[in-house]
Structure formats: structure tokens, C-alpha cells
């Protein structure tokens, strides 16, 4: 069986390549592709082949990515939180450390595709020491929420050192992994990772599946191993257009989720990314499937749908409005749409 190590190693980079193994016109993509890299491994292939645009629009790049003219290339305002290298400080009580720059598969729609897979991600030792040492004296900090990139993709051993030492750090409570190697490289989910990663409990790792057809049994086994150890799995979704915009793929996604013990985290409204707007949907869109969720679901299958606002302002619930009226009686419409009222109390001084 080959090692994920060597699927990585030889996944499809190139528009050759990419038109050897799938139908299609991609001749205008090698444009594309000098400035945001593909990267699409043998399981992803198949489950392309399988499944279609579904799959296949997340990772074959398309020619509106070089002629967007309505997103930014930093959306979320990273370079300017960024006090030390790869450190992003948004929030008062958490950071985000990347200490990755690469992934298992390209997204063509990632909130960081100004430089992840490229040599503008520069990750070093020194700017880890950096950071370690930014966290360490900034005591507020209870919790480092690990991305990149993607943290699966380094090796056992270099991700042991970098947990080892935030572990070192006492004021830090909590590790959080972001990862989408469950969904683009289940097998990288190997016992001898998972035996290293129980080490550093309290760890959580959120994940990321935008569509039922991803929650593959080897998938499933991925997310099932993780969790044995412990490990509080959460998913991040992303809203795309044309991809999940449908309550129906949304409910069937974050049930399936659920049943393998994935919680659906957030659902996010996708960031005004510089080579993304094709994927942007309407936060109305949004709001109007979140409204065919609630009631209709297990509430813990539902995630709050998320706007991450541009210039780094912190996310933000976006919900449907129940209520219809304010004052001494609440009017509200309930997830049937029938009206439905609630007395205030009278004293509320
Ligand atoms: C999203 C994000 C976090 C984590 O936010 P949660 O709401 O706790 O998931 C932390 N730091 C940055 C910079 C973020 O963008
Ligand atoms: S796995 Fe995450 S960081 Fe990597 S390309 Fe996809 S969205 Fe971006």
C-alpha cells in the first residue's frame, strides 16, 4: 500500500498531467495555476471521477480565478493582526499559528490562497521561536488554534515538537488542529499519528467536509480513529455556490457528520478571497438554508453559520429572524412558520 507520503508525492500539478486524467477543457489554466498551484492526489481523483463537479470544482482550478475583480488578496486583515511571524492575535483569548504551507490538495476557494502552496508561505524555525515566545508572554492567550496550510502534512515528528513545546507553555489551556486531511488524505491518519497526538490532550481538531460525497469510508475510518483517542472532532464548511448551497446536500452533510462524531462547527459564508468570488453565494441564500435547518434537525448537527468580516473584525452569527414583533408580548413564527407569542415579565427593573 503506498504511503501517504508518496500520494502526496505524486499528485497532479500540471495541466498535462491534470487532461491525461480527466475530461474537460483546461486549456487556459496553466495561467491559473502559475499563480494559485493544483494539487489533486489518486483518492481525491477517484472520488472526482466518482462523484463530479461536486468534488471537482473544490480542487480543478477555473479561469474566473485570475479575473476577479471583486475580492482582496489579504480578506481577513492577517498581515496586519500578525505581531510575529505566521501568528495571527484577532482575539483576545486565542491566536492562530500557521505551521504549514502546504496541503494535501489545493481548495480553489481557501480564505489563504495568496500564498499557501506557494514560497510565500515561509515557514521557518525562527519565526516558530518568534511566536512561541509572543504566546508565552502574552498570558491572556488559553488557547492556539494550529493551521496553515494544513499541520497533517508535516511529519509525526516535527509536529510532536512544535505541540511539545505549546505544551511547555502553562497559560496555554487549549490546542486546536485545523485540518482537512480527514477529507483530502484519510490516510494520513495513521495509528502512529494518532498514538502521538493523544499525548498533548486538551487537543480538538477541526476538520473540513463541504459535501456528503466526501464522508468516504475511509474518511469515515480517519475521523472514527481520531476520536477513539479522544480527540473532540469539529468541521468547518464552507458555503459554496454551485457546490453545497442546497439544504438538502447541507442536511444530509452535517447529519452524516454527526453519525461519525464530527460535530459541524461553522458553516461559513465564504471570505471575499481574491480569486474566490465564483463560490460566493448571498448571505440571504445562507440565511434561508439555515432556516431549513433549524427545527428540522438535530440541533447538535447544525453550525453557526459564520461571516468572517473583511479587515480582520472577528466573525459574526448570521441567523434567521424568528421574531416578528417586540414589546410586552413577543411575536415570533416557530421553524413551521406558524405564529406563535410569548409574554414578557412585567418586572424587569
Ligand atoms: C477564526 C479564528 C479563530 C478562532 O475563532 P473561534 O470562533 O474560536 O473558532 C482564532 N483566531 C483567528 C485569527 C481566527 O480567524
Ligand atoms: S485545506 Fe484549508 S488551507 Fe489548505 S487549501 Fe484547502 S482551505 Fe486552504
Known amino acids: 500500500m503506498d504511503t501517504w507520503h508518496s500520494i502526496v508525492r505524486h499528485s ?13 477543457d483546461f486549456n487556459a489554466l496553466n495561467d491559473v495555476i502559475a499563480r494559485y ?38 480578506p481577513l486583515g492577517e498581515e496586519q493582526l ?3 511571524p505566521n501568528l495571527v492575535h484577532k482575539y483576545p483569548d ?21 500564498i499557501v502552496g506557494t514560497p510565500k508561505m515561509k515557514i521557518t524555525s525562527e519565526g516558530l521561536t518568534t511566536a512561541l515566545d509572543y504566546i508565552r508572554s502574552h498570558t491572556e492567550i488559553k488557547e492556539v488554534l494550529i493551521s496553515g496550510g494544513d499541520p497533517l502534512l508535516l511529519s509525526d515528528d516535527h509536529l510532536a515538537a512544535i505541540l ?33 497526538l ?30 477513539d483517542a479522544g480527540i473532540p472532532m469539529g468541521c468547518q464548511t464552507v458555503l459554496l455556490r454551485g457546490i453545497n448551497d442546497d439544504a438538502t446536500i447541507l442536511r444530509n452533510l452535517f447529519r452524516k457528520l454527526l453519525k461519525i462524531r464530527v460535530r459541524p462547527y461553522y458553516l461559513f459564508q465564504a471570505d471575499l478571497s481574491l480569486g474566490t468570488d465564483h463560490f460566493r453565494t448571498t448571505t440571504d441564500q ?64
Open 12 to 24: 497532479i500539478t500540471t495541466i498535462d498531467d491534470l487532461k491525461k486524467h480527466l475530461d474537460g
Open 37 to 74: 498551484p493544483m494539487r489533486i492526489n489518486s483518492y481525491l481523483l477517484d472520488l472526482i471521477k466518482k462523484h463530479g463537479p461536486a468534488i471537482g470544482r473544490q480542487f480543478i482550478p477555473h479561469p474566473d480565478e485570475i479575473h476577479d475583480t471583486a475580492c482582496t488578496a489579504d
Open 82 to 84: 500578525s505581531p510575529a
Open 94 to 114: 486565542r491566536v492562530l499559528l500557521l505551521v504549514a504551507g502546504q496541503c494535501a490538495a489545493y481548495c480553489r476557494f481557501c480564505t489563504r490562497k495568496r
Open 164 to 196: 511539545e513545546k505549546l505544551r511547555c507553555i502553562d497559560s496555554v489551556e487549549i490546542i486546536r488542529i485545523g485540518s482537512r486531511v480527514p477529507c483530502t488524505l484519510p490516510m494520513r491518519v495513521t495509528p502512529e499519528l494518532v498514538a502521538m
Open 198 to 227: 493523544r499525548h498533548f490532550h486538551p487537543l480538538y481538531i477541526n476538520t473540513h467536509f463541504n459535501h456528503p460525497a466526501e464522508l468516504t469510508p475511509e474518511a469515515e475510518k480517519a475521523c472514527t480513529m481520531l476520536a
Open 286 to 349: 445562507g440565511i434561508a438554508i439555515m432556516r431549513q435547518l433549524y427545527g428540522h434537525l438535530s440541533g447538535m448537527a447544525i453550525p453557526t453559520y459564520a461571516l468572517d468580516l473583511p479587515r480582520g473584525k472577528g466573525k459574526v452569527p448570521l441567523t434567521p429572524d424568528y421574531i416578528v414583533k417586540k414589546g410586552d408580548i413577543l411575536h415570533f413564527t416557530n421553524f413551521l412558520g406558524e405564529p406563535c407569542c410569548y409574554p414578557e415579565p412585567k418586572n424587569f427593573a
